[in-house]
């Protein structure tokens, strides 16, 4: 668990913080909470959504809204049911984890939510500037994108060997910035997954393979994975 966060609430809503934010800062964060969020742009869809803000003490940053999929987004699309932690919290508190194992994802700045049996949440993670997604990448410059790739599977490798499964684990959730680093995102519902390596192994290829194909991605994508997740 995350040490060294700042808890308070601020004109209602509970924050828990990482950095010192200043009264400017949170007015920001909770106007951007308030207004109406955005797609995150994924070629592959998804149902993340996403503002993007500049903390004074911090520099830019990404504001992940919580939203429901499926039918039930009809109804409740915003709120959720308060039985134990908040769903920012977990993903929070994965996202530090898997950064202390080594796995590059963004620095996971705050937490926020409103409200306590029902609630509305919000995450905050340090921006990954002049990036493009996997997907992106992949038709624009596969070879850059395939020596991209051979990082994400070693990164992969560390989720496995920890028992982590990725939830929703796609080339539109892993991002490459101008440097050539690789980052995962997108770590809510991931999960500990109690099985044998292989199986894992297995599941992550599955659901990356099944992505590819279904939005026409370049192929060297899947036969990359395949060769450095089952063949090696």
Request: a positive charge; hydrophobic letters at 35%.
């Amino acid at each position: 668990m995350p040490d060294n966060l700042n808890h308070y609430i601020f004109e209602n809503y509970h924050f828990a913080v990482r950095y010192h934010l200043t009264n400017e800062d949170l007015v920001q964060l909770v106007k951007t909470f308030q207004t109406s969020d955005h797609s995150a742009g994924s070629v592959l869809g998804g149902r993340r959504s996403a503002s993007r803000n500049r903390l004074k003490e911090i520099g830019p940053v990404v504001i992940k809204h919580y939203r429901r999929g499926g039918l039930l987004a009809y109804l409740v699309r915003r709120t959720y049911l308060g039985l134990g932690k908040r769903r920012c919290q977990v993903e929070f508190e994965q996202m530090d984890k898997v950064r202390r194992l080594g796995v590059l994802t963004p620095e996971p700045v705050a937490y926020a939510f409103r409200g306590r049996l029902f609630y509305q949440a919000w995450l905050i993670t340090r921006e990954i500037e002049q990036h493009q997604s996997m997907a992106d990448l992949s038709r624009s410059e596969p070879t850059r994108a395939a020596s991209a790739l051979v990082a994400l599977c070693h990164q992969v490798s560390v989720l496995i060997e920890n028992n982590i499964l990725h939830a929703d684990f796609h080339p539109g959730n892993i991002l490459v910035d101008d440097r050539d680093q690789v980052f995962l995102i997108d770590f809510d519902k991931s999960t500990i997954y109690k099985t044998t390596r292989q199986n894992l192994k297995e599941k992550y290829w599955r659901r990356w393979h099944r992505s590819v194909s279904k939005h026409g991605l370049p192929k060297m994508l899947s036969e990359i994975m395949r060769k450095h997740l089952l063949d090696e």
